[in-house]
T-cell receptor, first 108, second 113 residues
Framework: LAKTTQPISMDSYEGQEVNITCSHN???????ITWYQQFPSQGPRFIIQ???TKVTNEVASLFIPADRKSSTLSLPRVSLSDTAVYYC?????????FGAGTRLTVKP | EAQVTQNPRYLITVTGKKLTVTCSQN?????MSWYRQDPGLGLRQIYY???????DKGDVPEGYKVSRKEKRNFPLILESPSPNQTSLYFC????????????FGSGTQLSVL
């Protein structure tokens, strides 16, 4: 079983901020949280990775509370091209298990 | 260009006919893995390899074999394919097993008739 739980789908409109939360109640002390984006017929693409508090790059921000049992991927001002499936990944030993992902649909 | 290369991109075969899907990476990565993706089920790990000659089962290893004789190559072997192995397959690699920044190939769409 995957270690992570995410909403199955989300809808948004262009220009809005989107927050996708992932639950990982059994995260180990040394585990990082990694997020990926996948477009149809393509392999997933790394977006952002964090261990605690907040990480920001040119694409997204990742917020991780102190207990690290969840994390939130924040996409600022989404556009139609952000329509994709988003996965959070928490490693279990050396097994990189993905959850079912969140299908984000951005509408005009 | 740093990349993970899978071949073929599309494959149609018949039940029981052995096939191999190749995967190669040019980034000197130690960790490689195979996933299958089915509608509504996300990515499920089949096998992974932490380094040359070291492989281990993932969530759904039944019906698959792998080998890691060289660092750059990690082929996926279906000795006797069945229709329930019809799926989209992805190979991925990362620098080391403790680094979750995976690089994925473009995928192989397999249909077993």
């Amino acid at each position: 079983l995957a270690k992570t739980t995410q909403p199955i789908s989300m809808d948004s409109y262009e220009g809005q901020e989107v927050n996708i939360t992932c639950s990982h109640n059994n995260i180990a002390t040394n585990d990082y949280i990694t997020w990926y984006q996948q477009f149809p017929s393509q392999g997933p693409r790394f977006i952002i990775q964090g261990y605690k508090t907040k990480v920001t790059n040119e694409v997204a921000s990742l917020f991780i509370p102190a207990d690290r049992k969840s994390s939130t991927l924040s996409l600022p001002r989404v556009s139609l091209s952000d329509t994709a499936v988003y996965y959070c990944l928490v490693k279990e030993n050396n097994d990189m298990r993905f959850g079912a992902g969140t299908r984000l649909t951005v509408k005009p | 260009e740093a990349q993970v290369t899978q071949n073929p991109r599309y494959l149609i075969t018949v039940t029981g006919k052995k096939l191999t899907v190749t995967c190669s990476q040019n980034m000197n990565h130690e960790y490689m893995s195979w996933y299958r993706q089915d509608p509504g089920l996300g990515l499920r790990q089949i096998y992974y390899s932490m380094n040359v000659e070291v492989t281990d089962k993932g969530d759904v290893p039944e019906g698959y074999k792998v080998s890691r004789k060289e660092k750059r190559n990690f082929p996926l072997i279906l000795e006797s394919p069945s229709p329930n192995q019809t799926s989209l397959y992805f190979c991925a690699s990362s620098l080391i097993a403790t680094n979750e920044k995976l690089f994925f190939g473009s995928g192989t769409q397999l249909s077993v008739l």
